[in-house]
């Protein structure tokens, strides 16, 4: 997946999970996205290469590390708990849908149980 697409794709599928919030809270040049205040997904151009950075799980962030070669640790992120997607040809709009949905469901797991419940209803 082209880098450009990468992150066209990425921000769709952000934008469709319920409660989502895109905005600029690091300036102009990072997309960021959150459900109930909390990051889940950032988007940046840095140093001229187009990232994606999402919430992982760590055992599962260093597997996907080892399998795809567009996925790093986090950029300027903690590394065992965030990863970041670059645009190459092993990287999937399935897989990076699988990663966003997996982030945001991090990030949902850790909010109160009575916000959680408003997020997702039964």
């Known amino acids: 997946m082209e880098s450009k697409s ?4 990425a921000k769709r599928i952000a934008l469709e ?9 690091f300036g102009p040049e990072y997309d960021v996205f959150k459900v109930d205040g909390k990051i889940f997904m950032l988007m940046a151009v840095v140093k001229g290469r187009r990232h994606v950075s999402v919430k992982s799980d760590p055992d599962k962030s260093l597997l996907n590390q080892q399998i795809y070669r567009g996925i790093e640790p ?14 190459t040809d092993d990287i999937t709009p399935d897989l990076v849908a699988d990663l966003i ?7 949902v797991d850790k909010l109160p149980k009575k916000v959680q419940k408003r997020i997702r209803p039964a």
């Open 6 to 9: 990468l992150q066209e794709h």
């Open 17 to 25: 999970l319920p409660f989502t919030e895109h905005c600029w809270p």
């Open 74 to 87: 986090g950029y300027h992120l903690n590394k065992k708990h965030w990863i970041s997607l670059y645009g």
């Open 101 to 107: 949905n997996d982030s945001w469901n991090l990030v």
